[in-house]
């Protein structure tokens, strides 16, 4: 039963969010009755919703369950304070990630009217190897993880998207020694990603990245990321301190 709500819930993506209960169906591959007696029971739970011309869409209760205790509402309200900051000087897309089921998941986006071209959203994902962000997630991945990315088929984005496994594998490693990435063209041509790692305890948990137009000046920006990136960290940290001790200072 649980694998086939979730074959339900997965037929939604950032470009689908309203459907019909037999198309639900069709794509989750289920009998129609077995979809729309789920579908029933999921709008009657509040995880979907049904409008007046029978669509169906995600449920506000499937989004507020999301957020209750969720690592991603942390980090994201962690974040987000730093986030502004960083907008605030560079004025162009300002992008929070972290790694999910082998994706570059997009948690925040902050964008200036006046901003570039930019195709990822919030709740989006993109492929490891064909973003700022992805990079520096996949270049801090537990190894089982980059080895399988790197063994499968890494299609490209733009022309000028890193597809072969041997050049990803020295760009990976020139990001974990430099502490950052430049991706000029990997998503769009006109653009460039810089993203940075963000740390938990010492673990890499997310990236902090920014789109630039293609020929901008990166390095003001990297550095305004990595000072974004330790005051994240400091949060994120004064966060757990408190979670552990419930907001009192350590008895000594």
């Known amino acids: 039963m649980i694998d086939r709500v979730v074959r339900v819930l997965d037929t939604f993506s950032d470009t689908r969010t309203v459907q019909s209960a037999s198309d639900i169906g069709r794509r989750a591959g289920l009998p129609s009755a077995t979809a729309h007696r789920l579908v029933d029971d999921l709008v009657a739970a509040g995880l979907l919703e049904r409008d007046d011309e029978h669509h169906i869409r995600l449920g506000m209760r499937l989004w507020e369950l999301a957020l209750r205790g969720s690592r991603a509402l942390r980090l994201r309200q962690a974040a987000l304070p730093h986030m502004e900051a960083v907008q605030a000087r560079i004025r162009e897309h300002t992008q929070l990630a972290v790694l999910e089921n082998d994706e570059a998941l997009f948690l925040e986006r902050l964008s200036h009217p006046d901003a570039g071209a930019n195709i990822t959203r919030v709740a989006g994902r993109l492929a490891l190897h064909a973003s700022s962000s992805g990079l520096v997630l996949l270049a801090h991945a537990p190894d089982e993880v980059r080895e399988r990315v790197l063994g499968n088929p890494l299609p490209a984005v733009s022309p000028e998207t890193v597809t072969d496994a041997g050049a990803l594998r020295t760009l990976l490693a ?17 653009s460039t990603g810089v993203a940075v790692p963000v740390r938990d305890r010492g673990e890499v948990v997310a990236a902090l990245s920014v789109i630039l137009p293609r020929h901008a000046p990166a390095e003001s920006a990297v550095a305004i990321l990595r000072a974004a990136a330790r005051a994240i960290e400091t949060d994120l940290a004064r966060d757990g301190h408190e979670r552990w001790t419930g907001g009192k200072l350590p008895s000594h």
């Open 174 to 190: 020139e990001v974990r020694t430099r502490g950052f990435v430049v991706a000029p063209g990997s998503v769009e041509t006109v």
